[in-house]
Structure formats: C-alpha cells, structure tokens
Nanobody, 119 residues
Framework: VQLQASGGGLVQAGDSLRLSCAAS????????ISWLRQAPGKERDFVAA????????YYTDSVKGRFTISRDTAKNAVYLQMSNLRPDDTAVYYC?????????????WGQGTQVTVSS
C-alpha cells in the first residue's frame, strides 16, 4: 500500500492545520496507520497512530491535547488535525503503515509534507 501525505504549509504559532494521508488501495482500511515527523538534522519521530477501525489512537506526549488523528474509511484517508501549533512542530510529516503498534512503522516512505510554524 503506497501512502501519500499532503496538506502541509507555512503557518504561525497558534494556528491549525490538517494533514491528509491517502492511498489508492482498499487494503488501506485494513491496516493501522501512523504519522511521523522529521525535523531538520533530527531523526524521524513518532507522532500519532490510529488502528485500522479507528477505534484506538495513540499520541506522543508532546502533541497530546493539540493533535487529533482520525480516519475516513469511505475516502481511504487518515487525517492529522493539528491545533495550537508551535515552532518545534516544524518538520516534514510522513504517514506510514504501522509494523508494531503503535510506534514502529514499516521502513517504506512516501513523499512527506512540509509543515513550517513561524513564531
């Protein structure tokens, strides 16, 4: 299943942004999906994950209460709603299939989407 992230942009601190992760395969609705991000000069870090049925979610501590992960099975899409953005949220965001719930993804990456938060 190939995944494509989109929706990034340049925003100011405190703003909101919604990222989308889409796939053309129906198998997308049978797999757990996670969002990860990579800031310049840093490793790729886990952000959030959602189970195949949307019933279970998991977040890294730094985004709890600000980010919400969700999915729309009819649209084969997973979303990351980001609110109260901070400059340290600046990164390239990727979506991936979860290999080991919730933090370990498969090591295959589609094109990420850049999120830049100015102070």
């Amino acid at each position: 299943v190939q995944l494509q992230a989109s929706g990034g942009g340049l925003v100011q601190a405190g703003d909101s942004l919604r990222l989308s992760c889409a796939a053309s395969s129906r198998a997308f609705n049978d797999i757990d999906i996670s969002w990860l991000r990579q800031a310049p000069g840093k490793e790729r870090d886990f952000v959030a994950a959602i189970s195949y049925d949307g019933g279970t979610t998991y977040y890294t501590d730094s985004v709890k209460g600000r980010f919400t992960i969700s999915r729309d099975t009819a649209k084969n899409a997973v979303y990351l709603q980001m609110s109260n953005l901070r400059p340290d949220d600046t990164a390239v965001y990727y979506c991936s299939r979860v290999r080991n719930w919730p933090r370990e993804p498969y090591n295959t990456w589609g094109q990420g989407t850049q999120v830049t938060v100015s102070s």
